[in-house]
Nanobody
Framework: QVQLVESGGGLVQAGGSLRLSCAAS????????VGWYRQAPGKQRELVAS?????ILRYADSVKGRFTISRDRNTVNLQMNSLKPEDTGVYYC?????????WGQGTQVTVSS
């Protein structure tokens, strides 16, 4: 069973930047889907950004132009710029490998106004 560990969350002022990283315990392949999701208090978990099999990128409309997802051998990163208070939430990394989903434990991102 692959394990995912997120890091890079924290407290930042509006307009600032953070870089989240998700380290997998084994290699991530190009046929795998990887993504970042977030959950704000009282809200459902939502997709923020993902890389689908074959390298297809997808971003939530609310983060387009501000967030960038990237991947390498066993890491998925999320560069977050121009952060807004509404970006606050717990950010989770997800890996879909051979049809099986795996989630990380989440990392808190808090953006102050």
């Amino acid at each position: 069973q692959v394990q995912l560990v997120e890091s890079g969350g924290g407290l930042v002022q509006a307009g600032g930047s953070l870089r989240l990283s998700c380290a997998a315990s084994r290699s991530i392949f190009s046929i795998d889907d990887v993504g970042w999701y977030r959950q704000a208090p009282g809200k459902q978990r939502e997709l923020v950004a993902s890389i689908f099999s074959g390298g297809i990128l997808r971003y939530a409309d609310s983060v387009k132009g501000r967030f960038t997802i990237s991947r390498d051998r066993n890491t998925v990163n999320l560069q977050m710029n121009s952060l807004k208070p509404e970006d606050t939430g717990v950010y989770y990394c997800k890996l879909l490998q051979r049809g099986l989903p795996t989630w990380g434990q989440g990392t808190q991102v808090t953006v102050s106004s």
